[in-house]
């Protein structure tokens, strides 16, 4: 790019021009030699650039303005590159008429520096097709979710759903299979022992040493079994109905064998029996 | 699949139709069992007004006649035999000379 920049300036044909051209030239040049070790240092930073320019796509059109700006500046020249290498490919009739609304903006010279930006912009296209076409090595990945999805990927994110699907319901089929093979690969018992185990997993032989509360699991207190009379609360106080239920109260009370749970159905039950009786019982 | 080698009899119906409906008394009798004890709680006591043992007793009459105990028949389990069953091993006298002697009651030996 130098050399070429070189060429060009050789190539000028006023000297009135040269000069002035020289200095604009200098003066242009350090932007754009800037431009391009920025270019190359920029290559890592391509992919980024990318993610922003489809999200700054709207924004183009100040981008090229602060271009102009920037190179007028040349002071600016680092955003200037930023932006020039944000807008990229879709945006080329856009920065022609940048550069060359720069280099008209520029005194004297137009045609070259405009032919030089161009070049620069070709350039740098070409580096970000090679970036392009090489796949998006994200490198920098700073946030995922910055600028617009680049339809690049497929969604690979249903396949563990799906997994994740048919782990959790286990359809009949499946239960019907696990049986098939369990029923297949069942050998006969070898000897006593394997009998023994047999029978123990069916159930038909007791745990051993024996446990005499199998199946029974009463976590009811002391208290819940014998202290019923909370129950009695829908009967009346006096009467012969309260004193037969005070009678099997005391009978529930010493029953070790019905859990606090059937103790209270049994209460209820008569409860229920002595409310459909309630018409005979006002005859009496 | 190989039948597997099974050393005893295999029984898949109960040896006649009175050993079923044995089987279905026990069945109803079991499900009404809480009910005929709580209705014979009222009708078997002395402190409840007469009228409503009364109507107790109707409705203990009003249930399935095979839900009560009493219709339940110890019956051998091998051969539905109704009378000579020792209910400790559930089977007819018969029966148990014929494991006893085979040596295939456990504990169980000959008079010495």
């Known amino acids: 790019m130098l050399s070429k920049d070189k060429d060009k300036s050789a190539a000028s044909k006023d000297s009135a021009r040269e000069g002035a051209a020289k200095r604009q030239e200098d003066g242009a040049e350090t932007p754009k030699q800037q431009l391009l070790d920025i270019i190359g240092t920029m290559k890592v930073e391509v992919s980024y650039k990318k993610k922003l320019q489809q999200l700054k796509a709207s924004e183009s059109k100040k981008q090229a303005m602060k271009k102009l700006e920037g190179l007028d500046s040349e002071g600016s020249v680092p955003q200037g590159i930023t932006e020039d290498t944000q807008r990229g490919k879709p945006l080329n009739p856009e920065l022609v008429k940048a550069a060359s609304a720069v280099a008209s903006s520029l005194p004297c010279n137009k045609k070259q520096t405009e032919s030089e930006l161009l070049a620069q912009l070709r350039r740098h296209e070409e580096t970000t097709d090679k970036q392009k076409n090489g796949g998006t090595i994200n490198i920098r990945v700073r946030s995922l979710k910055v600028g617009k999805r680049l339809n690049i990927f497929t969604k690979a994110s249903t396949e563990p759903e799906h997994a994740l699907k048919t782990v959790s319901s286990p359809t009949i089929w499946d239960l019907e299979f696990a049986k098939e093979v369990a029923a297949v690969t069942a050998q006969p018992p070898r000897n006593g022992f394997e009998e023994m185990i047999q029978w123990t997993k069916e159930g038909i032989l007791w745990e051993f040493p024996i446990d005499n509360e199998v199946g029974m699991e009463d976590d009811a207190e002391f208290h819940e079994h014998i202290f019923l009379e909370k129950h009695l609360e829908g009967f009346p106080r006096e009467g012969p109905i309260r004193h037969f239920m005070e009678l099997v109260i005391c009978g529930l009370s010493k029953n070790p064998y019905l859990s606090v749970k059937q103790k209270v159905e049994h209460i209820e039950w008569f409860q229920k029996y002595f409310e459909e009786k309630k018409e005979l019982l006002q005859e009496i | ?112």
């Open chain 2, 1 to 112: 699949v190989l039948p597997s080698p099974c050393p005893r009899q295999v029984r898949s119906y109960y040896v006649d139709w009175r050993m079923l409906r044995d089987v279905k008394r026990r069945k109803m009798a079991y499900e009404h069992a809480d009910e005929r004890l709580r209705i014979n709680a009222i009708r078997k006591n002395s402190i409840l007004p007469k009228e409503l043992q009364e109507v107790a007793d109707k409705e203990i009459a009003a249930l399935p006649r095979d839900s009560c105990p009493v219709r339940i028949r110890n019956r051998c389990v091998l051969t539905s035999r109704p009378r000579g069953v020792k209910r400790r091993w559930r089977v007819s006298r018969i029966v148990f000379r014929h494991f006893a002697d085979h040596a295939q009651m456990s504990g169980v030996q000959r008079a010495m």
